[in-house]
């Protein structure tokens, strides 16, 4: 990778961090130093200034989801610079774009049957909100305006912006802080945990109750399919979703999935309904959508629902970003979407699976450990208690590996690039985390 151009030194850099710049969920100023990173390339993130006596870290986290492909890709960089040199953005609204319509062409025919209809929205969260929104106009256009609510299981994280934050779980998580103002949703208990464990009867005549007693009102289910992510790093039987799948046909209520962070192969389905072989009415896509280079997400939706919707009192979707559809992120979304298809990513997916499972496995001996839990190209190793952030980190940086840990969860979504020696490497790392954190 190229050398640094930072004229600025990496301590003065850090100074005005501290003075000005918000971090994600922190508070200002400041409590824990970030570190500098200069560059990026393959799965090594390259810092400005060696800490721990390393100056390269193995990304463990794909930058949250979304650097399937690593970094500096030549594929990915071509994209977007043969991109740049076209338009890097042109209003969506009254024009249209190459890429966009080709995105959007490519997504309907990837993504389970019968979503037919995109929307790009610029991050995860709005495609959430355009979720939202999408459902309860249907039913107002549809002549039913009283249903408006959401249901949703505990456990779940769908973003930061108002109305997902009211489908995040609301005990423990991060909006907890909001619960009496944001609006009052349909909580079920949280899905019985385990990929493989059984389908659980009483679990699902509880969904049952819940949405037999609540179908006037609710307009849509939603939730994260097999995955629970930023809630808790749960997994569960897809079967679940087959059966959320008959209810919401039954008790006429639309289902969302919510496929932010499983999307793109990343539990080892192209899409994580894929596991379940069912089809949502609304699908949200994000993260790892443009393979980590810019943010883009979209909400797709059925010919129903886009019907329901046009044929309302205002017949359009009152919605549209200022830069949505951009032309370098949806150039950039396409290129990604064919590296990846156009490799056999599910063997890629299924070495990194067993690389986690081998390496994380004496993590299940180490005191203050409660659970080892790894799915496709996903580790999890959750402590009986609150991870001490600092403490895990600088042991994993000691042994050359950027991880991010929170609450009781130390856990690794590495690049699908990752090679063997660096998925051990990363599993060496998340041990001497749960050790010392
Ligand atoms: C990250 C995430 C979001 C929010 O996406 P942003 O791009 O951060 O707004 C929503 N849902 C799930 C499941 C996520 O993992």
Same mark, same amino acid.
């Given at each position: ?17 501290? @003075? ?16 500098? +990173? ?8 390259? $810092?400005?200034?060696?800490? @721990?006596?390393?100056?390269?870290? %193995? ?11 690593? &970094?500096? #890709?030549? =594929? ?7 991109? $740049? ?30 979503? /037919?209809?995109?929307?790009?929205? *610029? ?34 994280? #769908? ?29 079920? *208990? ?15 005549? #509880? ?18 399919? =097999? ?18 799948? /008959?209810?919401?046909?039954? &008790?006429? +209520?639309?289902?969302?999935?919510? /496929? ?32 980590? &280079? ?19 009192? %205002? ?24 590296? $990846? ?32 839990? =790894? ?27 950027? +991880? ?6 130390? &856990? %690794? ?25």
């Amino acid at each position: 990778m190229p050398d640094q151009h930072h004229a600025m030194p990496a301590a003065e850099l850090l100074a005005l961090d501290r @003075q000005h710049v918000w971090h994600p969920y922190g508070p200002m100023p400041g409590r824990q130093e970030p570190m500098v +990173v200069s560059c990026a390339s393959g799965v090594r993130l390259r $810092l400005a200034e060696p800490s @721990q006596g390393q100056d390269e870290l %193995v990304d463990g986290m794909s930058s949250w989801w979304s650097a399937i492909h690593g &970094y500096n #890709h030549p =594929v990915l960089n071509e994209a977007v610079t043969d991109q $740049l040199g076209r338009m890097s953005h042109v209003m969506f609204g009254g024009l249209t774009h190459e890429p966009a319509v080709r995105l959007a062409a490519r997504l309907v025919e990837i993504t389970p049957p019968g979503l /037919e209809h995109v929307f790009l929205a *610029d991050s995860g969260s709005v495609s959430v909100e355009v979720a939202v929104k999408m459902c309860l106009q249907y039913w107002r256009s549809t002549g039913r305006p009283g249903k408006t609510r959401l249901m949703t299981w505990r456990g779940g994280y #769908h973003g930061d912006t108002w109305t997902p934050m009211a489908v995040c779980d609301p005990e423990g998580g991060m909006h907890e802080l909001w619960s009496g103002i944001l609006p009052r949703q349909l909580f079920a *208990d949280v899905p019985p945990s385990g990929f493989d464990a059984p389908v659980d009867p009483a679990y699902v005549d #509880h969904l049952r109750s819940l949405l037999s007693a609540h179908a006037d009102e609710l307009a849509a289910v939603i939730v994260e399919p =097999v995955v629970q992510g930023a809630g808790g790093m749960r997994f569960h039987n897809p079967g679940y979703l087959r059966v959320l799948r /008959e209810l919401c046909d039954e &008790y006429d +209520v639309l289902l969302i999935l919510d /496929e932010i962070a499983t999307g793109f192969g990343r539990t080892g389905a192209l899409f994580a309904a894929d596991h379940a072989g069912m089809a949502p009415d609304v699908m949200c896509l994000g993260k790892s959508l443009t393979g980590g &280079y810019l943010t883009l997400a979209a909400t797709l939706c059925t010919e129903r629902v886009a019907d329901g919707i046009s044929r309302g009192a %205002v017949p359009v979707l009152a919605h549209g970003p200022t830069f949505m559809g951009n032309p370098l992120a949806t150039a950039v979304a396409l290129a990604s979407i064919d590296l $990846l298809l156009g490799q056999d990513w599910q063997r890629e997916v299924k070495r990194i699976e067993a690389g986690l499972e081998e390496g994380l496995a004496p993590a299940r001996d180490l005191p203050g450990v409660r659970d080892v839990r =790894v799915l496709g190209a996903i580790g999890v190793v959750q402590l009986t208690h609150e991870v001490d952030v600092a403490a895990a980190t600088r042991a994993a940086v000691r042994e050359g590996v950027w +991880v991010r840990p929170f609450r009781d969860l130390i &856990y %690794v979504m590495p690049p699908f690039v990752t090679g063997d020696g660096d998925v051990a490497r990363i599993c060496r790392a998340v041990c001497a985390a749960a050790a010392e954190g």
